[in-house]
């Protein structure tokens, strides 16, 4: 079965760089969350999207941002790197219906030096 | 405020033994309950999930959780241990659609296992 692929899987960037991470649900899922995962720590809701608007925020910096476009990915643009931006950035995607199940990605490990 | 405990930071089982992972939250509403598996540096799977009728329910990999209502509780129990169940356990929950619906995860337990 398809799951949800997220590239790319690594990224280095300096402090002060911008960075894009781009989300692509399992097909039919018109949900798409952003987690943040820093080292030793429990995922934390970042934001989501349902039919392409924004559903619900969470501890996302001002410095970031994200959409979902018309095919349902996502994109999560990250500006202004700083070093406590270093860590592992989830995307789920479920079917809003009666039994929400949220499916994760392999994540991307982003390191900023 | 709605959060995830589990007591245990970090577990070690020999295999072949039993095990149960401790998980209590806390949820004004009516809760959808989650144990997803985090092996090191990979993302995370789903074992199993509640929504409602049968407060006992199976997951994969022999996995297994009840939900008790009475106690806030939904721990997570395998009755024999495999080393390859060596990892990161989260429990989560989260609500009905809308802007319920992010998850809300414990502090994991790490598992490990001796030979």
């Known amino acids: 079965a398809a799951g949800v692929i997220q590239s790319p899987r690594h990224l280095i960037k300096e402090k002060r760089e911008t960075a894009t991470l781009k989300c692509y649900p399992i097909?039919?899922?018109?949900?798409v969350y952003w987690y943040q995962q820093g080292p030793g720590q429990d995922p934390q809701f970042l934001i989501s999207?349902?039919?392409?608007?924004?559903?619900d925020k969470g501890s996302i910096p001002d410095r970031f941002s994200a959409q979902q476009f018309s095919d349902y990915h996502s994109e999560l643009n990250m500006s202004s790197l700083e070093l406590g931006d270093s860590a592992l950035y989830f995307c789920?995607?479920?079917?809003?219906?009666?039994?929400?199940?949220?499916?994760f990605g392999p994540g991307t490990r982003l390191l900023v030096l | 405020a709605q959060s995830v405990t589990q007591p245990d930071i970090h577990i070690t089982v020999s295999e072949g033994a039993s095990l149960e992972l401790r998980c209590n939250y806390s949820?004004?509403?009516?809760?959808?309950l989650f144990w997803y598996v985090q092996s090191p540096g990979q993302g995370l799977q789903l074992l199993l999930k509640?929504?409602?009728?049968?407060?006992l329910v199976q997951g994969i990999k022999g996995f297994e959780a009840e939900f008790k209502r009475s106690q806030s509780s939904f721990n997570l129990r395998k009755p024999s241990v495999h080393w390859s169940d060596a990892a990161e356990y989260f429990c989560?929950?989260?609500?009905?659609?809308?802007?319920?619906?992010?998850?809300?995860f414990g502090k994991g337990t790490k598992l490990s296992v001796k030979p």
């Open positions: 789920a995607s479920s079917l809003r219906d009666r039994e929400e199940t949220q499916y």
């Open positions: 097909p039919r899922h018109d949900t």
């Open positions: 999207f349902y039919e392409k608007m924004q559903s």
């Open positions: 949820y004004g509403a009516t809760p959808y």
């Open positions: 509640y929504f409602s009728g049968d407060t």
């Open positions: 989560a929950v989260t609500g009905y659609g809308g802007s319920q619906g992010n998850l809300i």
